[in-house]
């Protein structure tokens, strides 16, 4: 039987040091603050800088996240621009203890939807753990059609995270796929209650790499099943995520953990520290809403 991978999942990142190599000890300290409150993590995808480090890199972050992980499950996310790179990392992933992979569409180049069932065929082939399809149009320029969907579903693919940023797309993916026990996660909390109440089973949240504790009582709340007191709270994680979204939200992720007491790193380059103007007007607008 599948593990029912549900709850909040936050796509954890990844720390750096100012040379911007990895930083094992500063990961671990991250996922132990998290774990507390979350159900599960997903690594190495957009948060997590996946696209910005090596393959080896790459490994060496999983695996540091797999052993610190206590009783949450890992999605690794093995993503990449070739298949060749996916499938050894989807294959890493499951040898060093993850519970499931996921990736997103090979990226840069445009691909017509037989090649990419081809992609995924050969990612779940490789491994016998279970293998989420990441749909994420904006970043990989490949979306993934709700009957390439249903193919893969009826394939072997275990789930998708849907990054789309669009409710009518995830409604068209639960339309197309009726494989009993295909699980559908929608990775944004914007959306967060009318994906779960559409049957979602999961949140990948970015907001959850900071403020895991609201994210938990979101959830907790929404499984009580009282629908004005989770509408309430959905509309405080928007506003927390307005904040967020001051600055390039992964820069902005470093700079909240650490207004919280956090030694997350530094984000690689290209990427940089928010400016001390944006990070006094964060700061402000989180204490403003009783976040701090």
Not at 139 to 149: W, Y
Not at 254 to 279: C, E, H, N, T
Request: net charge positive; glycine share 8%; proline share 7%.
């Amino acid at each position: 039987m599948v593990h029912q991978f549900s709850g909040i999942i936050p796509p954890v990142i990844t720390c750096f040091d100012k040379e911007g190599r990895f930083d094992p000890a500063r990961q671990r300290e991250i996922v132990r603050f998290l774990a507390p409150h979350v159900q599960g993590f997903y690594p190495c995808g957009t948060y997590g800088s996946g696209p910005l480090m090596s393959v080896e890199e790459r490994k060496k972050v999983a695996e540091t996240i797999i052993k610190e992980k206590g009783n949450t499950f890992v999605i690794v996310h093995v993503g990449a621009a070739s298949t060749v790179d996916a499938v050894d990392l989807a294959k890493h992933a499951e040898a060093a203890g993850a519970d499931a992979v996921g990736a997103i569409p090979p990226y840069y180049y445009r691909y017509p939807q037989d090649a990419l069932l081809d992609h995924y065929r050969a990612l779940i082939k490789a491994v016998r753990i279970p293998v989420f399809l990441y749909n994420n149009p904006e970043v990989s320029g490949n979306p993934i059609t709700p009957d390439t969907l249903r193919i893969l579903a009826d394939e072997g693919l275990t789930g998708v995270k849907d990054s789309a940023f669009d409710l009518v797309n995830l409604y068209l993916y639960m339309n197309k796929v009726k494989k009993s026990g295909f699980q559908f996660i929608v990775g944004t909390e914007a959306i967060a209650q009318p994906a779960l109440d559409a049957g979602a089973c999961g949140v990948i949240a970015g907001l959850a790499n900071v403020f895991p504790e609201l994210l938990t009582d979101f959830w907790q709340t929404w499984k009580a099943g009282n629908p004005q007191k989770t509408a309430q709270k959905q509309l405080r994680i928007v506003e927390a995520r307005a904040v967020m979204k001051l600055g390039p939200t992964i820069t902005m992720t470093y700079a909240v953990l650490r207004m919280r007491g956090m030694d997350p790193g530094f984000p690689r380059s290209p990427w940089k520290d928010i400016p001390q103007d944006l990070y006094a007007k964060a700061e402000k607008e989180l204490r403003g809403l009783g976040l701090l």
